[in-house]
């Protein structure tokens, strides 16, 4: 069949004419938006009330966007034209009735940029603000106080709405459970002046009256009610609600919690509120497995099992154990050591020659003395090492008491007794001591007890957890190692940590964070076979640093004061001066031997992957430390950047960081081990060759 000549023209010029026309409806890419003229609201404000936004930084920047990476926004014209609206109404509602919102746009084939060009003009000023209805309330001070709009502030229609809801969350915490609020307003647009009022309606001051629980079956509903934050006869707080919800959820005995007045029999005129409880009880057993990985623990399993409401009361048994250095050390040591995986575990032949195991049983008893305390007891064995520090096997039992306050700050008073001993390299156990004879490192090495009484705080403030991106976290320590307390006399000590991580919003997907620790600790004069007495603090209690969580240039425990030690019984000692000895052919092995000063801090930029941005994202951080012993060491700060990738898992993310360490081999004592004792044969020695200059760092979670 023929298809005539001028249906095949007519064909072509439609297709010619539909092309540029697809051309032009080809939808233009965001890389450029930006806020000009704004300082009342700034940009994280005014982005998040409009509707266009930016592409990632990967498809702005014109170094990397040609490459196609990063998530790519699409311009709408029409939501552009009402973003227009949503500035000036948010501005509107902020104080600012005369504002000016303009734009200038630059377009290419592909691309689009966007400024909003704003004039804000002269805010309306409040002049006066009122709180009405406070007659009755005993404290009205303590209502209106630090009040989110305030005279003399830009009259903020948002603030406002801000203000009645904390008068009202006030009043209902000071025994008011049906106070609600009104708000009234004169703005006068020609002299840019307002007046507000606040009309609170309080209703009467009520105690709280019986308490109703529901759902228990196992356990007893005394249990839900020493869990409450309130007691009838006691004055109502909406707060105490919050409180007594969260302590019913925290014991672990209910899978579903809620508090909240009975409104069936509730009378508002009444002097006491009703209130039911109603609970879903947890299963009354909980059994849970792991299997992990680290670099510093090659592969790792643990298993554990709960027992809620054991032997009744609302008591939890928990029975837990855990495996580690599987692969490396005996009975499981299958030579995983010389492969990739696990590496960075072959030149610890102490910590690492063994498995290290943990087995520990707790009973768990909430509301003790308070629906705010938990007491926990617990008897435990371990073996346990920190990485070419030491290995320690001991058996133990603790006493802890914990309390969470009203602000959600997290207290904590601890006893603990441990017996046992604690192998260390030679170097290690005498690095206070010139020399140390076999007698020296017997007795330090051998079996010994250490009672501990630590009392820790956590004021944790932060939007999220597991991975915070506002607000800060703070964490302080204090531990006392006495022979009055049980401790023998080379394990007495006071230790001091603090520990505070802020947390701060760069966009709507970059995040920075900072951190600062420190911590500092001391030690009576000890003295070892008569020799020159010395602050010795055992090398299983001392500060280590360098690692996946603090100066990520090091390896674990790389940073700080270190010794070096080399085995030969063949060559002769000069007794009289060991510093002529020379040094000896054979392997040079190193040993960190901590301190008891430090100071760390980090700092850390977080941002989404260029591809697969929802779980992947990428790090920036730099990295400083200092550890030192300041009865023989002077501090030496050293600074470390790196970059790392995080891959984001319920659980937290799991990270890989590649620290950069431009510093030389770190000098230290030499000592010689001759015959069961040691020498030190040089004050200050410096192996040959550099470290790793690049260190790389595999864990879970964040770093701080």
């Not at 209502?143 to 709009?149: A, E, G, K, S």
């Not at 005498?430 to 250490?450: M, R, T």
């Not at 069961?676 to 192996?687: E, G, H, M």
Request: glycine share 8%.
């Amino acid at each position: 069949m023929s298809v005539p000549r001028g249906a095949l023209l007519a064909v072509l010029a439609t297709l010619l004419a539909v092309a540029p026309l697809r051309a032009q409806d080809e939808p233009l890419i965001v890389r450029g938006l930006s806020f000009k003229g704004n300082h009342a609201l700034d940009a994280m404000q005014l982005a998040a009330a409009i509707a266009t936004t930016n592409s990632s930084w990967f498809a702005r920047a014109s170094l990397v966007r040609w490459i196609g990476l990063g998530e790519k926004r699409i311009f709408d014209q029409l939501e552009f034209d009402r973003d227009v609206l949503r500035i000036t109404l948010l501005y509107r509602k902020s104080g600012y009735m005369n504002v000016a919102v303009d734009t200038a746009v630059r377009r290419t084939e592909k691309d689009i940029y966007i400024t909003f060009l704003i004039d804000e003009g002269p805010p309306v000023i409040l002049d006066s603000l009122e709180v009405l209805g406070l007659d009755s309330v005993a404290k009205p001070g303590v209502v209106t106080r630090d009040l989110p709009l305030r005279a003399g502030d830009p009259f903020s229609r948002i603030l406002l709405d801000a203000t009645s809801d904390t008068l009202v969350r006030r009043l209902r915490n000071q025994g008011y459970p049906d106070a609600i609020a009104f708000q009234s307003f004169e703005r006068d647009k020609t002299d840019l002046s307002a007046n507000a009022a606040v009309d609170l309606q309080t209703g009467p001051r009520s105690d709280v009256g019986g308490i109703t629980i529901s759902g228990t079956e196992r356990t007893s509903p005394k249990v839900a009610r020493s869990l409450l934050a309130t007691r009838p006869g006691q004055q109502f707080s909406q707060e105490d609600l919050y409180r007594s919800q969260r302590n019913l959820y925290r014991s672990e005995l209910y899978s579903f919690a809620a508090v909240g007045i009975d409104s069936a029999t509730y009378d508002p005129a009444a002097e006491s509120v009703p209130l039911t409880v109603r609970v879903a009880e947890s299963k009354p057993r909980r059994a849970r497995g792991s299997v992990g990985y680290a670099t510093d623990d090659c592969f790792r399993v643990g298993a554990g099992i709960a027992f809620r409401n054991f032997a009744g009361g609302g008591r939890i048994l928990d029975i837990s154990g855990r495996l580690s250095k599987i692969g490396v050390g005996a009975p499981t040591d299958w030579g995983m050591q010389d492969g990739f995986l696990c590496s960075q575990l072959k030149p610890d032949t102490l910590g690492s020659s063994e498995l290290n195991y943990s087995l520990a049983v707790s009973l768990r008893r909430p509301a003790f003395l308070s629906p705010h305390n938990t007491l926990t007891t617990t008897v435990f064995a371990d073996r346990r090492s920190d990485y070419l520090v030491y290995l320690r096997q001991e058996v133990g039992a603790g006493l802890s008491l914990n309390r969470e306050t009203l602000r959600e700050a997290k207290l904590a008073l601890t006893y603990s007794y441990t017996y046992g001993s604690t192998q260390a390299s030679p170097a290690s156990f005498c690095v206070s001591l010139l020399v140390c004879s076999s007698e020296d490192i017997a007795q330090l090495s051998s079996d010994q007890g250490l009672g501990a009484l630590s009392a820790s705080a956590t004021f944790p403030s932060v939007n999220n957890p597991i991975n915070p991106t506002r607000g800060h976290r703070t964490t302080v320590q204090a531990t006392l190692s006495a022979q009055l307390l049980g401790s023998s006399e080379s394990q007495q000590f006071v230790q001091l940590v603090a520990n505070r991580a802020w947390y701060r919003t760069l966009s709507r997907q970059m995040a920075l964070s900072f951190r600062l620790r420190a911590g500092a600790m001391w030690a009576p004069l000890t003295s070892f076979n008569t020799l020159e007495e010395t602050n010795y603090i055992p090398p299983a209690n001392r500060f280590y640093a360098g690692g996946p969580n603090d100066v990520r240039g090091y390896q674990l425990n790389g940073l700080g004061p270190i010794n070096y030690l080399i085995v030969n019984d063949t060559i002769a000692i000069d007794t009289t001066n060991p510093g002529n000895t020379p040094i000896p052919d054979g392997a040079i092995s190193y040993s960190p031997i901590g301190g008891n000063t430090l100071v760390v801090g980090n700092v850390e930029v977080r941002m989404p992957s260029p591809m697969l941005g929802r779980i992947f994202r990428w790090v920036a951080f730099v990295d400083a430390g200092v550890l030192w012993d300041r009865y023989q060491n002077t501090p030496e700060v050293r600074v470390t950047p790196g970059v790392g990738i995080r891959l984001v898992t319920p659980l937290g993310p799991v990270r890989l960081d590649v620290g950069y360490n431009g510093y030389a081999q770190q000098p230290g004592a030499l000592y010689l081990s001759q015959n069961d004792a040691v020498v030190r044969i040089r004050d200050s020695y410096t192996p040959a060759g550099n470290p790793d200059r690049f260190v790389f760092h595999f864990a879970v979670g964040q770093p701080f």
